[in-house]
């Protein structure tokens, strides 16, 4: 047992990179040679996810693509199902997206707190810019417009890297 | 080793928040598609309760404590209760089907993903384990979710107040519609509606507070900006920053397991800050 726990901390001082990461540019969200998440970048990691999943999904519905190929990098599980349906369902209708929503979101908790693996994030997502109209020409589907909606996701570390794993987004005037 | 005490304490509760009676209108926005309007509703938008007595203010009658498998540090709960085995079997020997009955004991362990693991039937003398449905009741007003009242004004800010010109105010209709949520354990589920029943404005100017009807009316282009709204608003009588502060009353029922019941009220409030000028290029006309 205590030689696999040595192999163990060795391997893992092997892989650890030691220079600091380079910020910004890189795409936080899906480190690619990293087997376990960097505890100290887990919170802003988590909340690329959560940033990127709804643009891709903002991006996708725009065309309307259920297989839009971003949607597997930000999300997975239930919420990659999720959106996967949603867009799906608006294209059957005839209907597809546009605008982008505001986004604030906050890490409202991160667990196993030393290293965490799994970070809850919690958003008043604003909706007001973003509309579903006719795929095609035609009258207007409808002019409801959106709203504040309280939105809640689940972040978690994946081989691939951060994806969010599940999310609710409540009705309109919830936050 | 029947840890009866422990039925009380055992919630293995999902509860399950949604909008209740009144439907909320269709946002046709982008979230719309993947929202928890959905039907069936999203998984995320399930709750899961924590451990019995979270909710706060839950008296356990029989001094619970730490013997019956509470609620992990994580949140996660490990939670058990009794159902009737499933099939009627026949009491054993020597017993009637009036000594007591046959049960299963129906656990989820962690955060439930793995399913319920149920126990082999067991016989159990005296009248069915049962679950108090007010305690249930508890868990299921906890988890309501109740949205802050969301105030609708004209003139709409950042568009200015006028003094002596009525403000009109009304919530939109999403934070006046009812709620509710469900707690359940296997045979009884419980079921808390709030449903919004006052809405008080204090318009932050120190004028009385305005009780108004329902959630106001909406303002309407068209309408001559003398008329005041004829359910809820205020007229400011001087120019300044006000914060109008609107407080929403919510009445809580609860029905399930053949009871009913009220909790005390609940209430939610919101503010919006306001400026009121003078209105300015109206009395031009007395300089002559």
């Given at each position: ?31 690619t ?13 988590a ?19 259920p297989n ?8 997975d599980?239930?919420?990659?199902k ?34 965490p ?19 095609s ?16 996701a689940?972040?978690?570390w ?8 599940r999310?609710?987004?409540?009705e309109?005037?919830?936050? | ?26 946002y ?29 203010g ?9 013997d ?24 054993p020997?020597g ?13 989820l ?8 693991q ?17 305690e ?11 949205p ?9 800010p ?51 507070t305005?009780?108004c ?37 919510w009445q809580?029922?609860w029905?399930?397991g ?22 300015q ?8």
């Open positions: 047992v205590s030689a696999g726990i040595v192999l163990a901390l060795l391997s893992t001082g092997c892989t650890r990179n030691p220079d600091p990461q380079p910020t910004g540019s890189a795409a936080p969200a899906s480190p040679s990293v087997a376990s998440p960097d505890p100290g970048t887990a919170g802003p990691d909340l690329a996810a959560y940033r990127g999943m709804w643009q891709a999904y903002n991006a996708a519905l725009s065309i309307p693509d839009h190929p971003d949607l597997v990098r930000y999300a599980g239930e919420a990659l999720l959106l996967t349906t949603g867009i799906q369902e608006t294209k059957d209708e005839g209907l597809k997206g546009t605008g982008d929503a505001k986004l604030n979101p906050e890490v409202s908790s991160a667990a196993p707190v030393d290293a693996t799994t970070v809850e994030i919690s958003d008043c997502l604003d909706s007001t810019a973003t509309k579903l109209v006719r795929a020409p035609g009258p207007p589907y409808s002019d409801s417009p959106g709203g504040l909606r309280r939105t809640t689940t972040v978690s994946q081989p691939s890297g951060w994806k969010v794993t999310f609710a987004v409540q309109v005037g919830t936050c | 080793m029947l840890r009866w005490r422990s039925l009380v304490a055992l919630a293995l509760a999902i509860a399950v928040v949604s909008l209740g009676s009144v439907s909320a209108p269709a046709a926005d982008n979230f719309k598609p993947v929202g928890c309007n959905r039907k069936p509703k999203p998984p995320g938008c399930t709750v899961t309760v924590g451990k019995p007595g979270s909710g706060g839950q008296n356990d009658g029989n001094g619970g404590d730490s019956n498998g509470s609620g992990s540090d994580d949140g996660t709960w490990n939670g058990c209760a009794y159902e009737p085995a499933p099939g009627n079997p026949a009491p020997a017993k009637t089907p009036a000594d007591g009955g046959w049960f299963v004991e129906v656990c362990i962690g955060d439930g993903k793995g399913g319920p149920t126990s082999a039937p067991m016989w159990i003398d005296g009248p069915a384990p049962t679950v108090d449905p007010a249930i009741a508890q868990q299921a007003v906890a988890q309501l979710t109740l802050r009242p969301g105030i609708k004004v004209n003139p709409d950042p568009a200015r107040q006028f003094v002596y010109f009525p403000t009109w105010v009304w919530l939109d209709g999403s934070s006046w519609a009812s709620q509710s949520a469900t707690a359940s354990v296997p045979g009884l589920s419980v079921t808390a509606v709030a449903k919004p029943t006052k809405l008080v404005l204090s318009p932050g100017d120190g004028g009385k305005v009780r009807t329902g959630r106001g009316t909406a303002w309407t282009r068209g309408l001559d900006p003398d008329k005041k709204s004829p359910t809820c608003g205020h007229t400011y009588t001087r120019p300044g920053s006000f914060t109008l502060t609107a407080t929403v009353t809580i029922s029905a399930g053949g009871q009913t019941g009220t909790v005390p009220d609940l209430t939610t409030t919101a503010s919006r800050s306001l400026t009121v000028t003078e209105s290029g109206l009395n031009t006309t007395t300089r002559g």
